[in-house]
Antibody, heavy 119, light 110 residues
Framework: EVQLLDSGGGLVQPGGSLRLSCAAS????????ISWVRQVPGRGLEWASS????????YYADSVKGRFTISRDNSRNMVYLQMDNLRAEDTAIYYC????????????WGQGSLVTVSS | QSLLTQPPSVSAAPGQKVTISCSGS????????VSWYQQFPGTAPKLLIY???KRPSGIPDRFSGSKSGTSGTLGITGLQTGDEADYYC???????????FGGGTKLTVL
């Protein structure tokens, strides 16, 4: 059974940092890209970042580029999202999601981790 | 403002059929596959349709998808009260080199 468990959310002040984690199981981890998709409560979905299966390629939405860093540890089946210089508009639920096929869709999602940026 | 346009809400009676549209452009829907996600309040999205018209294992055939030009459509037949949820379309945008989603459509089964 495929499982994604995201964690690490919390309250942080503007300009602060936070690291989200995503623990994956139930599939051949290195064969799939993993993404972070965020959602402001009550609003729509926004893709934030993706990392390739081998970790060598990373991709970012313009809204987070230069502030967020995605990485993965294939020895531990973990994906991370380091979020620096956080802004109020980064407040959202962050979901890690398994990419079924590159440039196609997300077939499994974590339960979400709430990040609140506020003073 | 989402790059993919969906109606904010749709409604229909139990047992009826409803369609949800998703309008994009040549750089996204026009040149890539459309997927659809179902989301209940307080839960993560769930893949409903992929590659325009394919259903993952376990998704009932009451759910269908199609694509024409720069638009995609989700169809739901035999509506049930348990179908009340938010529905999102998504696709890759070749110009942005990233995924884009519609703003979501809230389905109400009257």
């Amino acid at each position: 059974e495929v499982q994604l468990l995201d964690s690490g959310g919390g309250l942080v002040q503007p300009g602060g940092s936070l690291r989200l984690s995503c623990a994956a199981s139930g599939f051949t981890f290195t064969s799939y890209a993993i993404s972070w998709v965020r959602q402001v409560p009550g609003r729509g979905l926004e893709w934030a970042s993706s990392v390739s299966g081998n970790g060598r390629s990373t991709y970012y939405a313009d809204s987070v580029k230069g502030r967020f860093t995605i990485s993965r540890d294939n020895s531990r089946n973990m994906v991370y999202l380091q979020m620096d210089n956080l802004r109020a508009e980064d407040t959202a639920i962050y979901y890690c999601a398994k990419v079924r096929q590159w440039q196609r869709d997300f077939d499994f999602w974590g339960q979400g981790s709430l990040v609140t940026v506020s003073s | 403002q989402s790059l993919l346009t969906q109606p904010p809400s749709v409604s229909a009676a139990p047992g009826q059929k409803v369609t949800i549209s998703c309008s994009g452009s040549s750089s996204n829907i026009g040149s890539n596959y459309v997927s659809w996600y179902q989301q209940f309040p307080g839960t993560a999205p769930k893949l409903l349709i992929y590659d325009n018209d394919k259903r993952p294992s376990g998704i009932p055939d009451r759910f269908s998808g199609s694509k024409s030009g720069t638009s995609g459509t989700l169809g739901i037949t035999g509506l049930q009260t348990g179908d009340e949820a938010d529905y999102y379309c998504g696709t890759w945008d070749s110009r942005l080199s990233g995924w884009v989603f519609g703003g979501g459509t809230k389905l109400t089964v009257l």
